[in-house]
């Protein structure tokens, strides 16, 4: 008799450990594709907001307006980042560039014009957006701007790639959260499954179901508590292995995220483990004694 009561015991200790192991190593997966989808859309809006934009200003148009225009430009809500660059610089970045061999080709004269480098903000970031700024733009300094000039092709390559990445992404992570709910829910109902009896018994004295189910449900709580501080661990341990590859891939998206992240994983830890062991219960509660071998 003893012996079987050990054999009972080691089998639920078991079945405890399986459950854990199963839930933590699908969280970590949804862990990694959860970073992996918002540190490629956090990049997209840094890269997005990185695009310059040079306005081109005629050289009768003097420093002092230039900083008032520049003052007039950072006010704008769709304006990121503004700054004066003046000729001189311009040119001495451009021979810098090309070197000397070019500058042999192109001469030592200074062809370039003042401008102000503005950045867009993210949710301007778009061609028909900055089709309609730059009118906007020349109608506001007629006859001080003489150019607005920036790469069409890049406002429509840096949203269209990075999206379909995040979009394929997050269509991946939506596949993987569902295989996840599975898993855990027939994890979960494999180690009810052993407890069958307990829970007959429990019910043949008189227990009610709400009694029945409230130690179950807390191992729950616990179960989803610890996998998923567990699962989060091993997304951290993951990311450090793969800066080893990859140097600052940790800086790909900020600290906060990490943790928003941590958190996901475990209120979606302990939210399946409750859900699935609720219905689970609801089951082995309705079973009859005659269906307790099948």
Known sequence: MAKSIQKQKNGLKTAYASTIIGIVLVLAVLGISAWLVLGVNALKDQKVEELEVDLFFNNNVNELELKQIEAELMAQPYIQKAFYRSADEAWEITKTIVGDTALNIIGNENPLNQSIIINLKKEYVVLDSMLHIEQILLQKYPGQIKEVSYRAAAFTDINGGLKKF??????????????????????????????????????????????????????????????????????????????????????????NLFFIVLGGIIALGMLITVVSTSIALRKYLRLSLDNLYG
């Open 166 to 255: 995040v979009y394929f992404i997050l269509f991946v992570a939506a596949l993987l959260l569902v295989v996840a709910i599975a898993l855990i829910n027939n994890t979960i109902r494999l180690a009810l499954y052993s407890k069958r009896f307990i829970i007959k018994t429990m019910q043949l004295v008189g227990a009610t179901p709400r009694f029945i189910r409230r130690p179950f449900i807390w191992q729950a709580v616990w179960q989803g508590l610890l996998s998923g501080i567990i699962a989060g661990g091993m997304v951290f341990g993951f990311l450090m292995l793969l800066e080893q590859f990859i140097p600052n891939v940790i800086y790909l998206t900020d600290i």
